[in-house]
DNA sequence: TCATACTGACTGAATGTTCACTCCGGGGAG
DNA sequence: CTCCCCGGAGTGAACATTCAGTCAGTATGA
């Protein structure tokens, strides 16, 4: 095999990351799946019980992805509205260079499955999130720098734009360019800031 | 019949939308709307070709009573602000009343549905907008009251928010009333504001 | 060193189910 | 009788999932 020390199932999650940005998870058939994957239909039975299975693990994967480009070199001593403005900005230009990963968790966050996982966290969580750096920053306004706002709704002021935003990036409705990014993460701190 | 005065091809779209809101498109065989309507599977195709195109005459009549609401009582005469603001608040009490519209026209604007309808749209239309109140706000920034920012970006900075908020109203992680209401209408203003 | 036995990852044809869509027969109105 | 509306069993295609079998690799014995 000419796969370079990828594991047979990180193979798999990759195909099906990519099959179901491009087709949706219904139109994803395994079958379809198993020759982009270069393996037999079988295999993927193998280490997924089932379909709902491998859709969640590529949630697990991706997510995981996107919290680490959000750690990476992140400042927690600079000041609120940088801070922000950095998480947002950082969050916009990785997502638009990852339409895969994009296309699959507004698909996954707008069905079922993420939806079933939402309300598990949500459920789960007191005062501190594991490993979300955003919803981190709006439960630390201590400096009374953001208006009170229930935290839903920073969310919504927040990621709702975001998401709308790439929609039209890949639709090729915009061009998201340096300024665009930085209007959009200002705007963002408008609509929250005190 | 017991139907009163509604036409058949009503009944069938009345209770597309009632289906296709609860269980998603593809999850709305045929046969469970024809049960759901009262109507044999035959008669669903005598009056729509097939079922894309019964998604999209659903999209149409809820567009079109949407629309409607906006309307109502809309008055051009008020500064900008405060048009914005009814606008907004409006937009969000009328989908919140109509859960079955709003999770309706959110499948079908992130399915390859309504991007398609979405092209055409901005392809035909120049700076003026058909029927699309919010849309035509956007375009009447002469008092120089809002930022300078691209019309998709106010378009982001709106629904985005708006659609988030009502997405978490629907799974019970919010309470929609009034004074978030009202936090949502101007959080969206200070974003989009000079 | 070679031959034989064993293991389990792997495959893809086969299975049973579900679905969109067709078509023909029934029946009501004129 | 004719015309038209209607219903729902029927049809073929597509799908998720299974399982009997293959085979590369490894252990065992001489």
Redesign the interface.
């Known amino acids: 095999m000419s796969d370079t020390g990828k594991s047979k199932s990180d193979t798999i999650l990759l195909a099906a990351l990519k099959l179901f940005a491009e087709n949706?998870f219904?139109c994803s058939p395994i079958s379809q799946l198993a020759d982009l994957a270069k393996v037999g239909v079988g295999s993927i039975y193998r280490y997924f019980k089932d379909k709902d299975e491998l859709i969640h693990a590529v949630s697990e994967m991706v997510e995981k992805s996107l919290q680490e480009a959000l750690a990476d070199s992140f400042d927690p001593s600079l000041p609120s509205q940088q801070r922000f403005i950095q998480l947002i900005t950082r969050l916009i230009n990785y997502l638009s260079r990852h339409p895969q990963e994009f296309k699959f968790l507004?698909?996954y966050y707008?069905?079922p499955y993420g939806?079933d996982k939402?309300?598990a966290k949500?459920l789960s969580e007191g005062a501190t999130n594991q490993s979300n750096l955003i919803v981190d920053f709006f439960f630390s306004n201590q400096e009374g720098i953001m208006?009170e706002?229930?935290l839903?709704?920073y969310?919504?002021?927040t990621?709702?734009?975001?998401?709308?935003?790439l929609?039209?990036s890949f639709?090729g409705?915009?061009i998201l360019d340096e300024k665009?990014i930085q209007?959009?993460a200002e705007?963002?701190w408008?609509?929250?800031?005190a």
């Open positions: 949706g219904h507004e698909q707008s069905s939806a939402k309300h949500f208006k706002l229930p839903q709704l969310v919504a002021m990621f709702g734009p975001i998401s709308f935003l929609r039209d639709s409705f915009v665009l209007q959009t705007a963002c408008d609509a929250i800031k």
